[in-house]
Nanobody, 123 residues
Framework: QVQLVESGGGLVQAGGSLRLSCAAS??????MGWFRQAPGKDREFLAG????????RYADSVKGRFTISRDNAKNTVYLQMNSLKPEDTAVYYC??????????????????WGQGTQVTVSS
């Protein structure tokens, strides 16, 4: 049974940093991604990481501020978020592709999802 559990969300002031974690069980070395969904908006891709961790992909909105990484020994994926802005406020989700060789940006390419963790950035 696949389970993804996010942690690390919370309230932070603009300009601050947070690190999200996603602990995976029931799968290993899948392509992993982080998404977010703000109230009234569609869920959007933020970042993805290949199986080995050597290749990553980012949305333009977070490139240079967010960094995705993984520790395969711990079956955990991280999202380091720096220089946070109020518009980064959203529920953040990690997800896993069950198949595929490339990091997808579309939701329908991800088969497993966590429950989400709230990130709130105050101005």
């Amino acid at each position: 049974q696949v389970q993804l559990v996010e942690s690390g969300g919370g309230l932070v002031q603009a300009g601050g940093s947070l690190r999200l974690s996603c602990a995976a069980s029931g799968l290993s070395r899948n392509i992993m991604g982080w998404f977010r969904q703000a109230p009234g908006k569609d869920r959007e891709f933020l970042a993805g990481v290949q199986r080995s961790g050597s290749s990553t992909r980012y949305a333009d909105s977070v490139k240079g501020r967010f960094t995705i990484s993984r520790d395969n020994a711990k079956n955990t994926v991280y999202l380091q978020m720096n220089s946070l802005k109020p518009e980064d406020t959203a529920v953040y989700y990690c997800a896993a592709q069950s198949t595929g060789l490339y990091i997808a940006t579309r939701l329908e390419n991800y088969d497993y999802w966590g429950q989400g963790t709230q990130v709130t950035v105050s101005s």
